[in-house]
Nanobody, 128 residues
């Protein structure tokens, strides 16, 4: 059974940076759009970013545009989310998943129902 593995979360001060990794043991990420989502306590899951099978297809939510950068490394079969200028409102559990319906990212927030192979998530806490 495929399950993605997120890592790289932690506790950071406001203004700091973290790089999240999304790995998929035994599953090639190359052919799918990969999305990053987050869920804060008491809030709905939010689609943060998406990268298509071609790195030219990328989406960012307005809340992270200019601060977060998504990328993929085919050789390592890993997708990254570089998060800079972190704010306390970025505090959440971050998840990655594969879009089994699309290989490119539409210009809308990633829709969770299109995604599968959710991992356990990685906690990001930004202290003010």
């Amino acid at each position: 059974q495929v399950q993605f593995v997120e890592s790289g979360g932690g506790l950071v001060q406001s203004g700091g940076s973290l790089r999240l990794s999304c790995a998929a043991p035994g599953f090639s990420l190359d052919y799918y759009a990969i999305g990053w989502f987050r869920q804060a306590p008491g809030k709905e899951r939010e689609g943060v970013s998406c990268v298509g099978h071609s790195a030219g297809s990328i989406y960012y939510a307005e809340s992270v545009k200019g601060r977060f950068t998504i990328s993929r490394d085919s050789a390592k079969n890993t997708v990254y989310l570089q998060m800079n200028s972190l704010k306390p409102e970025d505090t959440a559990v971050y998840y990655c998943a594969a879009n089994l319906m699309r290989s490119t990212c539409p210009d809308v927030s990633p829709r969770g129902y299109e995604y599968a192979y959710w991992g356990q998530g990685t906690q990001v806490t930004v202290a003010s």
